[in-house]
């Protein structure tokens, strides 16, 4: 039935080690900006990653560097779990295409399908007929003949173009010109382009009169120029701009050219502060023919787009916040710093607004320029001095004793612009003390040089941060913090030290004396015991004529002289000391039986090693999980395989070798279940047979 069993489950693992996982890494869908798009347009793609704040690469149709048609377009990391990566279609022809995501650590990937579909951009789009205009096609099926059509008020009719059949290259792209019929007609996608297969792309031409503004944006008070085309002949134009529901004129009586031309220049009206990413005004053009030709257009009022830097200052490795306001809504901001692009964000999609942090590079000090860009050229800079040691904010001793008052260092070459936050940990990672320095606690004391008095630096125990009497002795951190971002803004490691006791006393006579003994000869010293103290050490209780001490055990030459029954016997430059060893933790003396063979077990502590005989050990199974056996003695517990069983007393194959140990506690138990060490026994005894009639079988063969 066992035999069953074992094989059973070794099949079964070796099925479900055949079956590989799923790909933990996955693709949100639809995308957040949908799953189609042409040439040249932006999107993003997201998804959860299997690698916390993983570095995820974003491939078009097939894994390798970028080709010119497939490869890598685009890569970011996770936040937590959850990525997204913006990218741009790559110019490639009309069709469904594999958009690739790749978790580079784990090596896991997953992917979806992408739709590139027709679009075209005509340049400029608006006109009047007769005007050429230029088009640009992507997306289309390659290698296929252009077909362009205008819309003439009623139908849409063929137009004629240079060249004249448009033929798209292998990547779906053509360029072409035409020029504006008499007869063609304002309609939403007035223009469209069709390839062989029928896919098309539309875009819409504004024919007829129409005013341009430049620059079509700008801060209020900025200077505007209005041109015009197809207005009255020799007549006059007035400029009006819609404030408040109604229209007031900012550039009157405007003469117009026999080609009804008109250009005029004025300044942006005093206007209400704008709501990020701006405000749109209608500027209104109406000339004094019969009937009068009105022009609408718009401007959008906007401040100016500007980089704050947090801090604007610091060392080599300093994590700075650059933040962006009145940038171009949903667009890719590339930041530079000394013209070395340090970070990428997507602006926000309804005011402009980002943030990138970078941590500064290995460079000089001296000032250098930061600098954000979007998309559309919309940009600002900001300058970042890297100084030395710009701030300084530690404890005051790299060692301190136990019971030891700390304080603090201060010192910035420059006016802090933030408050610091500041915590201590001792060895173990648990915060002792914490405080907190206000922006307005620095005292300027000399030029570039600003430090805290020491009763302005607020702890969390209210002024009181001497180190306890029993700290952890070892290494302890100070770290302070920048407390708007959380930055670290400086650390420094101190070591805290037990506080000078008997023995460092003997230690200082030690390297004073020729003669250590000589000294306790001299007091007279007697070794009365050793015990454990409070931190687990082995301490030695003496006795002198100038009374009583205790020191660590190691300062009196101990040695293991031997364990017999349930005492302990070290030797000592003062004698010899017997001891119970139940009143020892043994953890301390670093007790590990090494090895047991027969009899006789090999002992091994910190203050050396000696063999006893195994009886001393008082082995019993105490546990019993299965045919594992845990075996505990006076020196600690040992663990291994039942082998046999005689009466109550159970032969263990340990680590160390095999140890004979009593089971009748474990025998009297009647939860207990003896079945799985019987059939172990069993095996080992089926085991051992098959060895002797193996070397039988081959004693045999060699004798024939």
Same mark, same amino acid.
């Given at each position: 039935?066992?035999?069953?069993?074992?094989?059973?489950?070794?099949?079964?693992?070796?099925?479900? /080690?055949?079956?590989?996982?799923?790909?933990?890494?996955?693709?949100?869908?639809?995308?957040?900006?949908?799953?189609?798009?042409?040439?040249?347009?932006?999107?993003?793609?997201?998804?959860?990653?299997?690698? /916390?704040?993983?570095?995820?690469?974003?491939?078009?149709?097939?894994?390798?560097?970028?080709?010119? *048609?497939?490869?890598?377009?685009?890569?970011?990391?996770?936040?937590?779990?959850?990525?997204?990566?913006?990218?741009?279609?790559?110019?490639?022809?009309?069709?469904?295409?594999?958009?690739?995501?790749?978790?580079?650590?784990?090596?896991?990937?997953?992917?979806?399908?992408?739709?590139?579909?027709?679009?075209?951009?005509?340049?400029?789009?608006?006109?009047?007929?007769?005007?050429?205009?230029?088009?640009?096609?992507? #997306?289309?099926?390659?290698?296929?003949?252009?077909?362009?059509?205008? @819309?003439?008020?009623?139908?849409?009719?063929?137009?004629?173009?240079?060249?004249?059949?448009?033929?798209?290259?292998?990547?779906? !792209?053509? *360029?072409?010109?035409?020029?504006?019929?008499?007869?063609?007609?304002?309609?939403?996608?007035?223009?469209?382009?069709?390839?062989?297969?029928?896919?098309?792309?539309?875009?819409?031409?504004? =024919?007829?009169?129409?005013?341009?503004?430049?620059?079509?944006?700008?801060?209020?008070?900025?200077?505007?120029?209005?041109?015009?085309?197809?207005?009255? !002949? &020799?007549?006059?134009?007035?400029?009006?701009?819609?404030?408040?529901?109604?229209?007031?004129?900012?550039?009157?009586? +405007?003469?117009?050219?026999?080609?009804?031309?008109?250009?005029?220049?004025?300044?942006?009206?005093?206007?209400?502060?704008?709501?990020?990413?701006?405000?749109?005004?209608?500027?209104?053009?109406?000339?004094?023919?019969?009937?009068?030709?009105?022009?609408?257009?718009?401007?959008?009022?906007?401040?100016?787009?500007?980089?704050?830097?947090?801090?604007?200052?610091?060392?080599?490795? %300093?994590?700075?916040?650059?933040?962006?306001? @009145?940038?171009?809504?949903?667009?890719? =901001? *590339?930041?530079?710093?000394?013209?070395?692009?340090?970070? %990428?964000?997507?602006?926000?999609?309804?005011?402009?607004? @980002?943030?990138?942090?970078?941590?500064?590079?290995?460079?000089?000090?001296?000032?250098?320029?930061? /600098?954000?860009?979007?998309?559309?050229?919309?940009?600002?800079?900001?300058?970042?001095?890297?100084?030395?040691?710009?701030?300084?904010?530690?404890?005051?001793?790299?060692?301190?004793?136990?019971?030891?008052?700390?304080?603090?260092?201060?010192?910035?070459?420059?006016?802090?612009?933030?408050?610091?936050?500041?915590?201590?940990?001792?060895?173990?990672? &648990?915060?002792?003390?914490?405080?907190?320095?206000? !922006?307005?606690?620095?005292?300027?004391?000399?030029?570039?040089?600003?430090? +805290?008095?020491?009763?302005?630096?607020?702890?969390?125990?209210?002024?009181?941060?001497?180190?306890?009497?029993?700290?952890?002795? #070892?290494?302890?951190?100070?770290?302070?913090? &920048?407390?708007?971002?959380?930055?670290?803004?400086?650390?420094?490691?101190?070591?805290?030290?037990?506080?000078?006791?008997?023995?460092?006393?003997?230690?200082?006579?030690?390297?004073?004396?020729?003669?250590?003994?000589?000294?306790?000869?001299?007091?007279?010293?007697?070794?009365?015991?050793?015990?454990?103290?409070?931190?687990?050490?082995?301490?030695?209780?003496? &006795?002198?004529?100038?009374?009583?001490?205790?020191?660590?055990?190691?300062?009196?030459?101990?040695?293991?002289?031997?364990?017999?029954?349930?005492?302990?016997?070290?030797?000592?430059?003062?004698?010899?000391?017997?001891?119970?060893?139940?009143?020892?933790?043994?953890?301390?003396?670093?007790?590990?039986?090494?090895?047991?063979?027969? $009899?006789?077990?090999?002992?091994?502590?910190?203050?050396?090693?000696?063999?006893?005989?195994?009886?001393?050990?008082?082995?019993?199974?105490?546990?019993?999980?299965?045919?594992?056996?845990?075996?505990?003695?006076?020196?600690?517990?040992?663990?291994?395989?039942?082998?046999?069983? $005689?009466?109550?007393?159970?032969?263990?194959?340990?680590? +160390?070798?095999?140890?004979?140990?009593?089971?009748?506690?474990?025998?009297?138990?009647?939860?207990?279940?003896?079945?799985?060490?019987?059939?172990?026994?069993?095996?080992?005894?089926?085991?051992?047979?098959?060895?002797?009639?193996?070397?039988?079988?081959?004693?045999?063969?060699?004798? #024939?």
């Amino acid at each position: 039935m066992y035999t069953t069993v074992i094989i059973t489950v070794l099949a079964i693992s070796m099925i479900l /080690t055949a079956i590989p996982a799923a790909f933990a890494i996955s693709i949100t869908v639809p995308l957040p900006m949908g799953d189609t798009g042409s040439p040249g347009q932006m999107r993003m793609v997201s998804g959860t990653a299997d690698t /916390t704040g993983g570095l995820i690469e974003v491939y078009w149709d097939e894994v390798h560097a970028w080709t010119g *048609t497939k490869g890598l377009i685009g890569q970011g990391y996770a936040s937590g779990t959850i990525f997204t990566v913006v990218f741009f279609v790559p110019e490639v022809p009309y069709g469904p295409h594999d958009l690739i995501c790749l978790d580079v650590e784990e090596d896991d990937s997953d992917a979806v399908t992408f739709n590139v579909i027709p679009a075209i951009n005509i340049d400029p789009d608006v006109g009047l007929a007769g005007d050429t205009i230029t088009v640009v096609g992507k #997306g289309f099926h390659g290698n296929e003949y252009i077909t362009m059509y205008y @819309w003439d008020g009623s139908a849409y009719q063929t137009l004629t173009t240079s060249p004249l059949m448009p033929l798209c290259n292998n990547l779906g !792209s053509f *360029t072409c010109t035409f020029v504006i019929p008499a007869d063609a007609a304002n309609l939403a996608d007035n223009i469209v382009a069709e390839d062989e297969s029928l896919a098309t792309g539309p875009a819409t031409l504004d =024919v007829g009169p129409y005013i341009t503004v430049t620059p079509d944006e700008g801060l209020a008070g900025s200077s505007v120029t209005v041109d015009g085309r197809g207005f009255t !002949s &020799n007549g006059l134009v007035d400029i009006e701009w819609l404030i408040g529901g109604s229209y007031i004129i900012v550039s009157a009586d +405007v003469s117009i050219s026999a080609a009804g031309l008109f250009t005029t220049t004025f300044s942006v009206p005093s206007l209400p502060p704008p709501t990020a990413p701006g405000d749109d005004y209608t500027i209104r053009a109406t000339d004094s023919g019969s009937p009068a030709v009105v022009e609408l257009t718009t401007f959008t009022l906007v401040e100016e787009a500007t980089i704050t830097l947090l801090p604007p200052a610091g060392k080599v490795t %300093t994590s700075v916040q650059v933040t962006g306001t @009145w940038f171009t809504p949903n667009k890719l =901001v *590339t930041v530079t710093f000394d013209g070395t692009s340090v970070g %990428t964000t997507l602006s926000n999609s309804a005011t402009g607004a @980002w943030t990138v942090t970078f941590l500064v590079p290995e460079v000089a000090t001296g000032p250098y320029t930061v /600098t954000g860009t979007d998309a559309r050229g919309v940009t600002d800079s900001a300058t970042f001095m890297v100084v030395i040691d710009m701030l300084t904010v530690q404890t005051r001793a790299t060692e301190y004793y136990q019971g030891d008052l700390l304080s603090l260092y201060t010192w910035s070459n420059v006016p802090l612009l933030y408050d610091i936050e500041w915590e201590i940990t001792d060895t173990s990672g &648990n915060i002792y003390i914490y405080g907190y320095i206000d !922006s307005y606690d620095w005292d300027m004391i000399g030029p570039a040089n600003y430090m +805290v008095p020491y009763y302005r630096i607020r702890t969390s125990t209210f002024w009181n941060n001497m180190l306890p009497d029993d700290a952890l002795t #070892g290494t302890w951190n100070f770290t302070a913090y &920048n407390y708007g971002t959380g930055a670290i803004v400086d650390t420094n490691l101190f070591t805290v030290s037990a506080k000078p006791d008997m023995q460092d006393v003997i230690d200082e006579i030690d390297e004073c004396c020729a003669n250590m003994s000589d000294l306790l000869d001299d007091l007279e010293s007697t070794i009365t015991g050793v015990v454990t103290n409070s931190k687990g050490e082995l301490t030695a209780l003496i &006795n002198t004529k100038a009374g009583p001490i205790t020191t660590k055990l190691d300062a009196v030459g101990p040695k293991l002289q031997a364990i017999e029954d349930t005492a302990v016997i070290i030797a000592t430059m003062l004698g010899e000391v017997q001891v119970d060893l139940a009143a020892l933790d043994l953890t301390a003396m670093g007790v590990d039986i090494t090895a047991i063979k027969g $009899d006789v077990a090999t002992i091994k502590t910190n203050i050396g090693t000696v063999t006893t005989n195994v009886a001393t050990l008082d082995a019993k199974v105490t546990v019993l999980a299965g045919d594992v056996a845990t075996v505990s003695t006076t020196l600690g517990t040992l663990e291994g395989t039942v082998t046999a069983i $005689d009466g109550k007393v159970a032969t263990v194959d340990t680590s +160390v070798g095999t140890i004979k140990a009593d089971v009748s506690d474990i025998l009297a138990k009647p939860d207990v279940d003896m079945t799985p060490v019987w059939i172990a026994v069993v095996l080992s005894l089926i085991a051992a047979i098959a060895a002797i009639f193996a070397v039988v079988t081959i004693r045999q063969k060699i004798a #024939g």
